[in-house]
Structure formats: C-alpha cells, structure tokens
C-alpha cells in the first residue's frame, strides 16, 4: 500500500510542477478537496486493523503536506507573475465624481442671493397643521387649496404643506418685528405628474415686516433678484393679482431671456414670462400672529425653484429633474 502512495505521490507532484497555471485549483481540489483523493485515503483508515492505522495515517498525513506545499509554491509563483504584470507607470483610473443636483444649486443660488439682502433662513417641518398652512395665513375654510384635489392630507388630521409661508408664521411667532426671513424647502400638492406639474416641488418664500416697508421694497428687492439670476438686461413688470395672505397682490414677470422680449415659443410670442407672485402681507396675517398691523407693514414672495431652472436653462420638461439620467444631470456638474 506505502508503494501506491509513493506512485500517487510522485504522479501529483509532477503534475503541480508541469500542469498550467489556470489548473492549479483543479488539482487543489483533486487532492485536497473535501471529495479529493487526500480525503478517501483518510476515510480508508476504518478498513484497516489497529496495527496498520498509525502507519497509514502517517503516510498520508506526509502526501497531504507535500502536496499543499507544492500547490502553495505554484500559487507564489503565479502571484508573482500577476503583480509583475502590472505597470505601475500608467496612470490610475479615474473615479466618476458626483456633482450637487441642479435643483439643490439654482435652491442654493437664490438663497445666497438673499442672504447678502440682509435676509436670514429659516426651516419648517413639511408635514404641518391645519392652522400653520392655511387658517394663520388667511386661508378660510372655503378656499379652494383647502379641497383634497389641491392638498395631501393625512389620516391624523395633518397634512403636507402645500407652500413653505408656514415656516414664516412660526417665525412670527416666534419674535417680534423687524424679521427678515426666508424658507426654503419641499412642498406638496395633488398635481399630475406631467410637463409643468410634480406632486413634489421646491419653493423659497421670503418675508420682511417692518415699520414702513412698502411695495417699492418689493419690487426693489424683486428687481435685483432677476437681475442676478437672468443677467443685468433683464426687465420686470409687476402684474396685479389676488392671494388670500397679501393684499395688494401681484405677479411679476420678467422680459423673456431667449427673445430678449421680441416674442418666441418659450414666452408665447408676448415677450414676457410669469414668474413668482408676491405682495403686502395681508393685515389678517399680521393679526394672527398678534403683530400690530397699524404699526407694522410686511412684504412676502414665493419664488417655485423648478421654475426658476426651467426658465434660467430653457428646460422644457420638469420630469426631467426627477429621472435621475445621469446624462441630464451631469450638465449641471
């Protein structure tokens, strides 16, 4: 029997030194394997008589080892040839690097553009009460943003807020005037999701009360703004209009940027794009928030971020913001 094992031992080895380099696990697993020839010599120790078993175990216990060192040797080798093989002089591979969501940045450039207008941030939850979305912003029962086809309700009582402007009652109540606030942030609606509409979109709002802030701040403070995001030509005109928190109401639009107000598809031949509304907090609102409304005057706008970026980039389509093709967004990098 130690002859069979010396000629299965001297046909292993000799096919370790000579077999290719992709058959080396092969053999591993031929001879070491947990079904491997190693394994039913092992399992033949039972067959034998006590008087045999030390002798045998020992031998195969010696195979096994001669072979684990030789396929172990071949393995080092191979390793070497691998690690040989690489040219250390090419240059490494570029990693794909991520860039800022365009809604994030057009979101982060109006506020900046704010912020330097002396105007601070502040931050809301966007799952809001009934009295924080609509009755403290003059909102009644009636209104229609009130009905389930504008607004999400939950089953709790709550709903998701349908614009940031609750975040500036909170503000309010929070101190007394002069506040000079902004709110960015998501908002909801029961809107389709189609071209112009997303059940989930971005607004900035932004409040100023003040003793003897009038409408000339607001459209001064409009004014600017346009001018930073649209470039210096650009020109505003304010529209009258009804929202039930200010009153007198407007909407402003801006001359259109790929015509330069001659007329085009984009601005439907009219030369002029609506973009926001604002206006005078309403006396009402004040009310709520127990701000003297003789006393104090306020200004409010609502700037809708995906908006703005359609308008800037001539983005046709606000699904594409919400698709995530990296072929979109890597544009914006």
Not at 268 to 282: D, N, P, S
Request: net charge neutral.
């Amino acid at each position: 029997m130690n002859k069979d094992i010396e000629t299965l031992k001297k046909e292993a080895l000799e096919k370790i030194v000579n077999a290719p380099d992709t058959e080396i696990e092969n053999l591993r697993i031929e001879y070491l394997g947990k079904k491997g020839i190693i394994k039913g010599l092992m399992n033949e120790i039972r067959t034998l008589s006590a008087d045999e078993r030390p002798n045998f175990g020992k031998v195969v216990n010696i195979l096994r080892s001669e072979i684990e060192s030789a396929i172990n040797e071949r393995l080092s080798r191979i390793k070497e040839k691998q690690t040989e093989q690489i040219d250390l002089t090419l240059p490494g591979r570029k990693l794909p690097i991520g860039g800022m969501h365009p809604i994030s940045r057009i979101e982060n450039e109006i506020v900046d553009i704010f912020v330097r207008m002396g105007f601070s941030v502040e931050y809301g939850p966007e799952i809001e009460t009934d009295y924080y979305n609509f009755e403290a912003l003059n909102i009644p029962p009636y209104h229609p943003a009130r009905e389930m086809h504008d607004t999400f309700y939950l089953e709790d009582g709550m709903l998701l807020r349908t614009h940031t402007s609750p975040v500036q009652v909170r503000a309010m109540l929070k101190k007394q005037p002069p506040i000079k606030v902004i709110s960015p942030g998501r908002t909801y609606r029961v809107d389709p999701f189609d071209a112009t509409h997303s059940p989930v979109f971005h607004q900035v709002e932004a409040l100023w009360v003040d003793k003897d802030v009038g409408m000339s701040d607001l459209f001064g403070i409009l004014d600017v703004f346009a001018k930073e995001i649209y470039g210096k030509d650009i020109k505003v005109k304010f529209v009258p209009d009804y929202f039930p928190f200010t009153e007198p109401s407007a909407e402003m639009w801006i001359s259109c940027p790929f015509c330069k107000g001659k007329g085009c598809k984009v601005c439907k031949y009219t030369g002029w794009i609506e973009i926001l509304g604002c206006g005078m907090v309403h006396y009402n609102v004040l009310k709520n928030v127990k701000y003297n409304n003789e006393q104090y005057t306020g200004l409010a706008f609502g700037i809708g971020v995906e908006r703005v970026l359609m308008i800037k980039y001539n983005i046709p389509d606000i699904r594409l913001f919400y698709e995530n093709d990296l072929r979109f967004l890597g544009q914006f990098r």
